[in-house]
């Protein structure tokens, strides 16, 4: 159920970015960003920062519908990247429309199929009505958008530092007599191709003076070294957009109305564990960066480890403004921990990989799994079995894995019986890939690949004559 409400409503600026792992943050303790990024610290500064913030299924597409629906992967059927968003339920632009705000979104889409340059129709676009979109491309410096002309166009430069001076725009033409306004911005970076931030950015980064995390193996270093001095260079541009944004918002005098959310879809191994990009359940791909300023809240300033995830960001947003979830989604709403810091939930975050692919194919040793991580466990099976048990507060860089241990084998089955409850209340039956690809009806209307994922399409520019 959609409700509408009449009475002023906070605004809200979500952003988020694509790739953008929780412990790469000057604000969560990363040495190598300490002083790069002041805008991200001021916000944090003033902000409820999630420690224990996760991409429950980590990965692109899954988060972002999760994000729309408020709908765990296997719910709403987007479980791999480019699968098309489906679901005929109230979408979260939808809702803040119908509630009388403005709606926007700048940036990168990716739920709407294979197709990563198509046109998306303005019924496919969940409710935002202000568009400069892309479903997909890391192409960053030859970026393209269909606008809100419903023609394509290319942002300047940067792709990400244009996204931000548009939303900075669109920020400072809005005034107090206008409605309230819910804006997203999704930026493509610190995802790879790592080394593709401005010169300005990458210059001051360099891989020899790159802190490695202590469960990166000796082998992988040096390449980790060298991706992680671009991956820095793109959240120090980052940072820089975010001070744009911040800017516009208090010029235009409704700062102090005006709800902020940083975050990012999912993480980034990185050479940690001697893997590399996401799907996997360790905590660098797991979690992610999650700050809610809001200055009405004179409490703001504090940190909480609720396991936030996708699912819950719909409804704690749409409570954040006073409005009410629609009935029968999965997620959770987490307004009072942000407001009131009391607990939500039960502790611990459903985390799953429906299907492997790509990145982490069946090939290069991908499986379907289904576990947990709270606040201070990890637990993992697969359809083998128990795979992964750590302790992540006597190891917080997860290098000991408990699963074979005698002495843990009672603590397993309790976290074996706690993940069989959150499987059933959530109607996950951990099914194989090939059964929820076929139950979706997905091979009849999608290209898989033989290890059962989509073919996409990738973007290719337009010719240079193309309106911009």
Not at 381 to 400: M, S
Request: charged share 25%.
């Amino acid at each position: 159920m959609i409700v509408i409400m009449t009475s002023r409503r906070p605004n809200i600026v979500f952003v988020f970015a694509d790739q953008w792992r929780q412990c790469a943050a000057s604000f969560n303790g990363d040495p190598n960003l300490r002083g790069r990024t002041p805008h991200m610290d001021a916000l944090a500064a003033e902000s409820v920062n999630f420690s224990l913030a996760v991409a429950g299924c980590p990965v692109c597409s899954p988060y972002r519908a999760s994000l729309l629906t408020g709908l765990r992967p296997h719910r709403h059927g987007v479980f791999v990247n480019d699968l098309a968003l489906n679901y005929a339920g109230p979408k979260l632009g939808e809702i803040f429309r119908a509630a009388g705000y403005d709606t926007a979104w700048i940036g990168k889409w990716h739920v709407d199929g294979p197709d990563r340059g198509a046109f998306i129709p303005r019924q496919r676009r969940c409710g935002f009505d202000f568009w400069e979109v892309l479903e997909c491309t890391h192409d960053y410096t030859n970026s393209w958008y269909w606008g809100n002309d419903d023609r394509l166009h290319r942002w300047e430069g940067y792709d990400a530092l244009a996204q931000a001076r548009h939303a900075a725009a669109w920020l400072r033409a809005r005034t107090q007599r206008d409605p309230p306004f819910f804006l997203v911005v999704s930026w493509g970076p610190p995802h790879n191709p790592y080394h593709a931030a401005p010169e300005h950015y990458r210059a001051s980064f360099h891989a020899e003076e790159v802190e490695l995390r202590p469960n990166v193996p000796r082998a992988w270093a040096e390449c980790a070294r060298r991706d992680l001095a671009g991956y820095y260079a793109h959240i120090a541009a980052l940072d820089e957009g975010l001070g744009e944004i911040i800017r516009a918002l208090e010029a235009s005098g409704q700062a102090d109305e005006t709800i902020v959310v940083l975050t990012s879809d999912h993480g980034d191994m990185l050479g940690s564990q001697g893997l590399e990009r996401k799907q996997k359940p360790w905590d660098e791909s797991l979690r992610v960066p999650f700050l809610v300023r809001d200055v009405r809240d004179a409490r703001r300033a504090r940190v909480v480890d609720a396991p936030i995830d996708a699912q819950d960001l719909l409804p704690t947003l749409l409570g954040l403004a006073g409005l009410a979830a629609p009935e029968g989604i999965d997620g959770l709403d987490y307004t009072s921990a942000i407001r009131e810091g009391r607990p939500v939930g039960d502790g611990a975050a459903l985390i799953a990989c429906y299907a492997p692919f790509d990145e982490w194919s069946r090939a290069k040793g991908g499986r379907e799994y289904r576990g947990l991580r709270t606040a201070r466990h990890t637990y993992v099976r697969t359809f083998d079995g128990p795979w992964l048990l750590y302790d992540n507060i006597l190891d917080p860089y997860q290098i000991r894995n408990l699963v074979s241990l005698p002495e843990y084998q009672d603590l397993l089955t309790q976290l074996e019986a706690f993940l069989d409850r959150k499987l059933k209340e959530a109607g996950d039956d951990f099914s194989p890939a090939g059964e929820l690809i076929a139950w979706w009806g997905h091979s009849r209307t999608h290209e898989f690949t033989p290890d059962g994922t989509v073919r996409y399409r990738n973007f290719r520019p337009p010719p240079t004559d193309t309106p911009q």
